[in-house]
């Protein structure tokens, strides 16, 4: 089957800070047409980090959105044209204060596909030192440390609610090996 | 800390079909103000569904805001007031054929917490029978089945990029003992 979905015609909605919306009007595969309702994001990085003593950082903070507070790992949004690694890089120091010297990709993910683009690289960092933090003005953060158990035992009772944690947590459970 | 983001006043942007667009201006924990691009959406489900051979269901779709297809697990909006449980087993049926007998609850999670309050519930299904497929009119999808070893693969080289794909499997590799 050739999938695909021509824009015939589009309308702006809005532009925003961090997002713009347009709908568009598409040709499907049997040659109707259809309206897809589009939310535009510039990407995002995020970065699972192990300090030396084997303790994952997450980091809290409120989710207007959800309308509470999430654990999520430390994450941030591309600026334009800016490299992803070094935009995790940046986000995980800023965030936690802790610099990587260096990170390993683990996967992009498109957390709502059926309606944005927002796509969001997910990086593994170790070997961790640590400085100090400088969240963005109007960012409020506390920093979490958890044991890979705690992890662990979090992900099984479902209280970890953010994609992007979940995947890398649990891509780390399924990949490192951690002696202690 | 107290986590809080109090709104002040919102905007109704758009109205539309999937998602809804509010900007609300809030107070932040420090007193001072700022904006929230909000999009709200009915929320939505999932299912990771494995046949009596052991193969995982998945489903190729062209997604427009990522403007290629995705292989993805069957998924579906939530009907208004729809429970959740049901919505899932609905889904798998209209997007597959296949029924399942019971369906475990995996994780629920936030696509994109940062601009959506889309929450997404996972569930797990065996015992799977064929029936027949009905899915939406203007919807096209290709089902594609694979072996528990290529899902595995794909993983690790990053090829699947959904987030509650990648977030079915690596739940399903970490927890469920496969025997041929």
Redesign the interface.
Known sequence: ?E???KTISKES??Q????D?E??E?E???G?S????????NG?VAVCALTPDNKIVLV???????????L?IPAG?LDQGENREEAAARELEEETGYRAKSLQ???????????????LSIYFADQLEKGDMHPDE?E?I?IQLFSIEEIAEM?QR?E?????T??AL??M??NYNHSK
């Open positions: 089957m999938f695909n979905e909605i809005y925003g800070k961090i997002i919306l709908v568009h598409v499907l595969i049997n109707e259809s309206k897809r309702e589009l939310v535009f994001h995002a809290k903070q409120f989710r207007k959105p959800c309308e509470k507070p999430l999520e949004k990709w683990v996967t992009d993910m498109y957390g709502s596909p059926g309606f944005s683009n927002e796509r109007d409020f506390e992900l479902g970890l609610e953010d994609a992007k979940i995947i649990q891509h459970l399924l």
